[in-house]
């Protein structure tokens, strides 16, 4: 969604309130495609603070669909929006590109709420995703989800000898 800004940044101590629903139905960035599983609309406030800055302050949340780092079932995580910038209307476009960020959701006067949020999200990414504590993955060998239980493939036991050698390895890359 957005919202066009030249009302308000040309009138100084204006404050407006805008409840927008967050658009995008999945997140696509560098890993790969995420679902939106579920979201709540952003509660955005711009606020007019003087000399044709703007500042956003945005609140809302988004649940996205994340594969576990172990067994890459989907696991539900909520990413909560915590939305703060400060925007300075007197900028011309060719300015903006110094700043990527505000270049994607910032065309001349029209602010692109998605985008915002969508950058919002990737900044709060979690870093490890995890569909319980103890979740067991997969089998190396055959791929089974070992959460519904064990596959049968014998785990291949250790050779103590190759142990003792990659040992000796780590130690020489250390130095
Ligand atoms: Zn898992
Ligand atoms: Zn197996």
Redesign the pocket.
């Known amino acids: 969604m957005q919202i066009h800004l030249s009302d308000i940044s040309s009138s100084e101590g204006k404050c407006i309130q805008r409840t927008v629903e967050f658009e995008m139905d999945a997140i696509t960035f560098q890993p790969g495609t995420f679902p939106v599983l579920a979201k709540e609309p952003v509660e955005l406030t711009i606020t007019n603070t003087g000399n044709r800055v703007l500042e956003l302050v945005g609140t809302g949340s988004i649940t996205v669909g994340v594969p576990?780092?172990?067994?890459?079932?989907e696991?539900p995580v909520d990413i909560p929006l915590q939305i703060k910038r400060k925007l300075d209307m007197k900028l011309t476009d060719e300015e903006r590109v110094n700043d990527l960020d505000e270049s994607i959701y910032l065309t001349g006067m029209d602010l692109d709420v998605d985008q915002l949020v969508y950058l919002e999200v990737l900044m709060s990414w979690p870093l490890k995703v995890?569909?319980?504590e103890d979740?067991?993955?997969i089998c190396s060998q055959c791929g089974k989800?070992l959460?519904n239980g064990p596959c049968g493939c014998v785990e291949e036991p250790k050779d103590p000898r190759m142990a003792a050698i990659s040992d000796i390895f780590s130690k020489f890359k250390e130095v």
């Open positions: 576990c780092d172990r067994c890459l079932e696991v995890l569909c319980k979740c067991k993955g989800n959460n």
